[in-house]
């Protein structure tokens, strides 16, 4: 809940519910499949919510013995912490994260061979991007894929594609895939894109000329950017990308850029390869029709927030199951 004091002194608050993600796929850890006796072995664990504050245990067992553990914490603030040991015993061993919630082992090879089908394929990483209407959709679906995707979210509340004050989307999208950044670089098999709540601006052309929101010149160019994102989003046919239309809003001023923004979104896609919508539009707010509730497998459901723009909770699980089916037949599940 936020609460702010206009300048006759008078409140105002608005609250906004989010679902937070499950602790079950929090930690990834990164150690070596095989080692020599007595080499030291490292040990890296990486907290995914890059805030820290992580208690566990580092344990290493050795082939008909027992397990040997030690505490191993990421300190508040921190993302990431490293843990070497040196194991002197041939054969197989098991390396163990044992933290709150969740258990990772992996098998270390010292001086032997390691086993056929050792090696994991390791899960496709799944980007979740956009501005705040990310924010609720992104948890519930790394807890609908957990153990069959890796999911990232990169989340920047308030921004837009027709603004560039906060974030250039268009610079961001290449820097995501890139690496240019710190623990970006991640070459995701696919990215979830949901971002426009906050469109509706006043653009520039390529040719310097200024746009007004929202007629055909606005959607062209504002198409031109989300086609660039798309592009970048594709890696040259190594990606898919997945993008949410916005359901319409409450407030009817609101209601010309969402419909533009859509249009737009529509029209970008169809030129990229590997770029689909899902029309969340169509499935919240059929026809432009604005609802609170709607009717959803049998069960009236509340499916907006007060400020009759960001999904619900429960709005956030429709958008979820719609947006699973799609993964699984264009995308990298």
């Not at 553990?69 to 044992?98: D, H, K, N, Y």
């Not at 970008?268 to 604005?290: K, Q, S």
């Amino acid at each position: 809940m936020a609460t702010a004091r206009r300048p006759d002194q008078a409140e105002e608050t608005a609250a906004f519910s989010v679902r937070t993600p499950s602790c079950q796929d929090r930690l990834a850890v990164t150690v070596q499949r095989v080692a020599r006796p007595g080499a030291r072995v490292r040990v890296e664990v990486r907290d995914r919510w890059k805030i820290g504050g992580v208690r566990g245990r580092l344990c290493a067992t050795p082939p008909d013995r027992r397990a040997g553990c030690r505490a191993l914490r990421i300190p508040e603030g921190q993302a990431r912490v490293s843990a070497t040991f040196r194991p002197r015993r041939r054969g197989r061993w098991r390396v163990e994260i044992r933290a709150p919630s969740q258990r990772i082992r992996r098998t270390l090879s010292v001086g032997v061979r390691p086993e056929r089908g050792q090696r994991r394929e390791a899960l496709p990483t799944i980007l979740a991007t956009g501005d705040s209407l990310i924010q609720s959709v992104y948890p519930l679906l790394a807890d609908r894929l957990a153990g069959r995707a890796r999911i990232e979210a990169d989340i920047h509340a308030g921004s837009g594609i027709s603004k560039t004050l906060l974030v250039d989307w268009q610079r961001l999208a290449r820097r995501q895939v890139a690496g240019l950044q710190p623990d970006a670089g991640l070459q995701p098999d696919a990215t979830v894109v949901f971002v426009g709540s906050n469109d509706g601006f006043e653009m520039k052309s390529r040719a310097g000329e200024s746009i007004e929101c929202c007629g055909e010149p606005w959607i062209a160019e504002y198409a031109r950017r989300v086609r660039r994102m798309m592009v970048s989003y594709a890696r040259r046919g190594r990606g898919e990308v997945f993008w949410l239309t916005l359901p319409s809003p409450r407030d009817v001023r609101r209601q010309p850029a969402a419909f533009a923004v859509n249009a737009a979104v529509l029209h970008a896609a169809g030129a990229v390869p590997g770029a689909h919508v899902v029309r969340l539009d169509e499935i919240f707010t059929p026809g432009g029709r604005y609802r609170d509730v709607m009717l959803y497998r049998g069960r009236r459901l509340r499916v907006r927030e007060g400020d009759g723009i960001h999904l619900s909770v429960p709005g956030s699980a429709i958008a979820t199951s719609a947006l699973v089916p799609f993964l699984e037949r264009f995308g990298p599940l």
